[in-house]
């Protein structure tokens, strides 16, 4: 049964995939634990790269709309999937919000997937990369407690380290445990709160974006 999902899941991301590179479309799935500042990481990054390339989102969330609201207020076109007792978007999902937006060429498709590090690593959305974040208030092992997601992400973002002085959590060895899992992974450490370090990661997605 689980094997089946997945297969069709596979299937219809591929569709996306394919539709996303006609359209030269860049597509990420960002991902993390509830908590981790995705959305207000999106806040943040949005705007900076909003000179450059035009920005779609696709919010995915359990049951509220808060998270749609507030990168509605950014001005960028934005679709809200709530999934329900769903704990993770798939392929299908993506490609019905897809019909519904009016996505233009050569843009950036971020798609904030639900917060769960479980299961998500297993439902390709058809995106080109795959963002995971956390945050100092979790644990520096986290990579080791959720390998498969680690594994799969392409880029992962440390966010919060504003709050290093006051929580008991060590960038070099949650970095070290995230090498371990995946030695590929391109490491941002960033505060959205203070904006340190968002610069380097707005950086790096612009230039995903011009070379999708
Ligand atoms: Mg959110
Ligand atoms: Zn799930």
Known sequence: MEQDVLLKNNLLAERN?????????????????????????????IPMLLAHVPVAVIEGDQQTTNDAERIHALGVPVIQINTGSGCHL?????????????????????????????????????EAKKIVIISTTEGDDKPLKYPAMFHEADI??????????????????CRENAMRVNHHLEW?????????GLDSLAARIKNLAEHR
């Open 17 to 45: 995939r394919g539709y996303f590179e006609a359209r030269k479309i860049m597509a990420l799935n960002f991902l993390s634990s509830p908590g981790s500042g995705k959305t207000s990481l999106l806040e943040k990054t």
């Open 90 to 126: 798939d392929a299908l999902m993506v490609n019905r919000a897809v019909k519904e937006m009016e996505l233009k060429d050569n843009s950036l498709l971020c798609i904030e997937n639900v917060g769960n590090l479980v299961c998500p690593a297993m439902f390709d959305l058809g």
């Open 156 to 173: 992962c973002v440390l966010n919060k380290t504003d709050l290093l002085p006051y929580v008991d959590f060590s960038v070099p060895r």
């Open 188 to 196: 941002f450490e960033v505060s959205v709160k203070t904006g340190e």
